[in-house]
């Protein structure tokens, strides 16, 4: 089975940075997509930003501009500069492949918390 551990969540003041990863393990023949989603309190789950084996990036509007998704070959890295207020969630690592089953995983989330 496939376990996502996520780093990099803290607390920061507006405009500051963070930088979150994602390491996949288990067996994994490929994977397609790769991505943060976040979620606030009381809110729905969203997308951050994914990235796909070919390195076709897409970026949620809020973070177009400030955050840069990456990714190797069983990771993924999120640099959010410039954070806002409203950029405060749970932020969760997702895999997604269509060589494994389930064909959909989720890290356990780190908090990302803006605050003056």
């Known amino acids: 089975q496939v376990q996502l551990v996520e780093s990099g969540g803290g607390v920061v003041q507006p405009g500051g940075s963070l930088r979150l990863s994602c390491a996949a393990s288990?067996?994994?023949?490929?994977?397609?997509?790769m991505g943060w989603y976040r979620q606030a309190p009381g809110n729905q789950r969203e997308l951050v930003a994914r990235?796909?084996?070919?390195?076709n990036r897409n970026y949620a509007d809020p973070v177009e501009g400030r955050f840069t998704i990456s990714r190797g070959r069983n990771t993924v890295d999120l640099q959010m500069n410039a954070l806002e207020l409203e950029d405060t969630a749970v932020y969760y690592c997702?895999?997604?492949?269509?060589?494994?089953?389930?064909?959909?995983?989720w890290g356990q989330g780190t908090q990302v918390t803006v605050s003056s």
């Open positions: 990235i796909t084996t070919g390195a």
């Open positions: 997702n895999l997604f492949s269509r060589w494994i089953s389930p064909s959909d995983y």
């Open positions: 288990g067996s994994i023949p490929s994977i397609n997509t």
